[in-house]
């Protein structure tokens, strides 16, 4: 499996996938499932993906056309006009690579080979969007409403982000919620697996100020992961005790 | 959906079931899926269940032998000499329930009608059990090393419990820690639904000292609820903040 969240928050996006690809359990890889293309002072694209890791590999190498050489190579994100356009075309190959899969095998290819992408980025001129798209190519953007996508293995690492969740707060603090959401996805699914990377794009920079890889000897994910047990039975201890002589409701 | 929660701790067994049943979304209704037989001062058996309603209520009616007239029934579960038996019966009765409907329905059937059921208990003698019943008929026990059992829509509710849980904590702490796992799920997932159903078996009583439905309007409930949110925040902020300018680990 997999867990990437992409959020946005008044100053940017912030983005966090973790690495840890499996066949089984007895099959372990470490694949990186973040990609990033840019445009200095004009775009920055950044995908990233959870499923098969042959069809979304399949669909970065298409995006960057690795099947011709390397001069001849031109990556259609890199002058689709808007956003929106973008994520058609991931949307397009997706959809494509996944249906070609599944024809080849045939009966056997049935509701294989499925994967999802999440899309982020920002276009001079224009806000920072992002994108969920669904095997089936078509896709959903985020809103004021529904703030941040999750892929993969997202029900463990959901109900912090519901509950931490501000737009207004600050790119650290959305970099330690994630850190919070999987620290608490780690603990509890062996898919999903460190490093993870992080990238940070602050709105109207077209660049990713910060990227970092969190290995496991990682010091602040480590105060993070040690510190989020003590603090989640500290806030379960303020919270009031349940007596059962408490009065009955009317 | 469903989501159900047997805990063991020191001092007995804690569960609790909510009551949504869903055929997607626009067919909801309330159901019990918690079940209990008593002889008193010698055993009481729980189940909890969840998956398809229609094999769940087959499994409790063939349990109580609802076809014979009521003068002639006899629960089986009551004379079982080990709760291990009182498992493996229940097991028994769930992979034929399970097994004729797929029959019947041919290809259609395959993979459909499934269900897991929690069996917890005591029988005077013997330890406090608690066991986890597949689909197949097979089953699992807790242990010092995994004292709680899920079934249902168990993720979004799992990462609290792995942190909050003590096998020394009170009963009231085993009921609270279930309602912050239970209120997480209820945010994030519509198929599962309050009231909840809560049953409290002090070790060696060999009867609920409490069973309580909790309703929308439950205070405790609410209040829980709401303060979670709260606490979960200032747990969050607790932690050490992430910087961009921390020093890189070695």
Redesign the interface.
């Known amino acids: 499996m997999t867990y990437c969240v992409g959020m946005m928050v008044d100053k940017g996006l912030v983005l966090m996938s973790d690495t840890r690809t499996n066949s089984g359990v007895d099959n372990i890889s470490v694949f990186r499932k973040m990609f990033s293309w840019r445009v200095e002072g004009e775009r920055i694209i950044t995908v990233m993906t959870a499923g098969n890791l042959a069809t979304t590999q399949a669909v970065v190498s298409q995006l960057e056309e690795r099947m011709k050489a390397p001069d001849e190579r031109d990556n259609v994100l890199l002058k689709s006009p808007t956003m929106f356009q973008v994520a058609s075309e991931i949307g397009r190959l997706l959809r494509h690579t996944v249906g070609n899969r599944q024809q080849e095998n045939g009966d056997r290819g049935r509701g294989r080979f499925t994967a999802s992408i999440i899309v982020a980025g920002q276009i001079a001129g224009m806000e920072p969007r992002l994108f969920l798209i669904y095997p089936e190519g078509n896709f959903i953007e985020a809103s004021a409403d529904t703030p941040f996508f999750q892929i993969g293995?997202t029900?463990?690492?959901?109900?912090?982000i519901?509950?931490?969740y501000d737009r207004e707060m600050s790119?650290?603090?959305a970099?330690?919620?994630l850190?919070?959401s999987f620290d608490?996805?780690l603990?509890?699914?062996l898919s999903v697996g460190l490093p993870l990377d992080l990238m940070?794009i602050p709105r109207d920079t077209f660049e990713a100020?910060?990227t970092e890889r969190i290995?496991y000897?990682?010091?602040?994910f480590q105060?993070?992961s040690a510190?989020?047990?003590d603090?989640?039975?500290?806030?379960?201890h303020?919270?009031?005790?349940?007596?059962?002589y408490?009065p009955h409701?009317k």
Not at 231 to 236: I, M, Q, R
Not at 238 to 244: A, C, E
């Open positions: 293995e029900k463990y690492g959901r109900p912090i519901l509950r931490g790119m650290e603090d970099v330690k919620l850190m919070v608490s996805t603990k509890a699914n940070v100020s910060h290995a000897d990682d010091p602040y105060a993070i510190g989020w047990g603090a989640l039975k500290h806030a379960f303020s919270l009031p005790d349940y007596s059962f408490r409701p």
